[in-house]
Structure formats: structure tokens, C-alpha cells
């Protein structure tokens, strides 16, 4: 059986691979947006996840922890960013955002899953929680975007 600090660092180890395919996807949202506003937005969140994989990975160290060594979901590009390439070709910002909110729902679906474990340590459920609470403002935002009709399909 794991002790606390391997549960830790595994379920943190996850969570970098989370927000690494959520960095790449909205980087890759980015650069091939039409409208400047969304691309800004997508630049923003990219950003955001690049921040959290470096706050994860150093929680990673301080436990002891490799985080060059990957969780359970290492090596495999999270489902939700899967058709994003398909809708960039559409040129239908609407299509972007609803690939981006179907990430997006990946991300909050791990980190609930991350929040419902009972070992973790204090310092990394405090870290987790943050994150979560932004990962939920980015989900809603994208979702509002979408459903707000100004990228409706033409």
C-alpha cells in the first residue's frame, strides 16, 4: 500500500500531465484562431496551465518526488483535446470552443477526481483546490464563449 506522499505525487504527477495537454491545446487553439479576442483568451489559459504544471512540479520535489517520473495517465494525450486539430481545419471558431469546453471538461472531471481522494497531504489538497476553482472560472468562461452566439456557426 502507497503512504501518503506516493499517493501524493502520483495523483500530482497526473495533474501535470492534465494541465500539459490543456497548455498545448489551448496554445495550439491559439495560434490558429481567426479572432483576436479568442486567441488572446486561449494565450491566457495556456499560459495559466504552465503556471500550474510548474506550481505541481515543484509540490512534486518538495515531497520527494520525481516529477520527470509520470502518473497513470503519462504518455497519453487526454481525450478531451483529441478532435481540436479537426475543428482549427473547420475555421468555425464555434467548433474551437466547443473542442476547447470538451478539454476542459476532462481537466474538471481529474481534479474533482484528484480532490475526492482521502490521503492526500494537507500542502497538496490546498494546491489542488486552487487550481481546481480556476480550472472551473476557464471551463465556464469557454463555455460561455461558446454559447454566447457571437461565434455561432455561420
Not at 500530482?12 to 492534465?18: M, Y
Not at 504552465?50 to 518526488?65: A, D, K, V
Not at 473542442?99 to 471538461?105: I, N, P, S, V
Not at 494546491?127 to 455561432?152: M, P
Request: proline share 2%.
Amino acid at each position: 500500500m502507497k503512504n501518503t506522499n506516493e499517493n501524493s505525487i502520483s495523483t500530482l504527477n497526473d495533474l501535470v500531465e492534465i494541465c500539459k495537454d490543456g497548455q498545448q491545446g489551448f496554445q495550439t487553439a491559439a495560434k490558429d484562431a481567426k479572432d483576436a479576442d479568442l486567441a488572446q483568451t486561449f494565450n491566457h489559459y495556456a499560459a495559466q496551465r504552465t503556471q500550474y504544471m510548474t506550481e505541481l512540479q515543484r509540490q512534486i520535489r518538495n515531497l520527494g518526488g520525481d516529477p520527470d517520473r509520470h502518473g497513470t495517465v503519462s504518455g497519453t494525450l487526454h481525450r478531451g483535446w483529441i478532435n481540436l486539430k479537426a475543428a482549427l481545419t473547420s475555421d468555425e471558431p464555434h467548433a474551437v470552443l466547443v473542442e476547447c469546453e470538451r478539454g476542459e471538461d476532462a481537466a474538471v472531471k481529474s481534479y474533482r477526481e484528484a480532490l475526492a481522494k482521502t490521503d492526500l497531504d494537507p500542502e497538496t489538497r490546498s494546491l489542488i483546490q486552487r487550481q481546481y476553482e480556476s480550472v472551473i472560472a476557464a471551463h465556464d468562461r469557454i463555455r460561455n464563449l461558446r454559447d454566447s452566439g457571437v461565434h455561432a456557426t455561420r
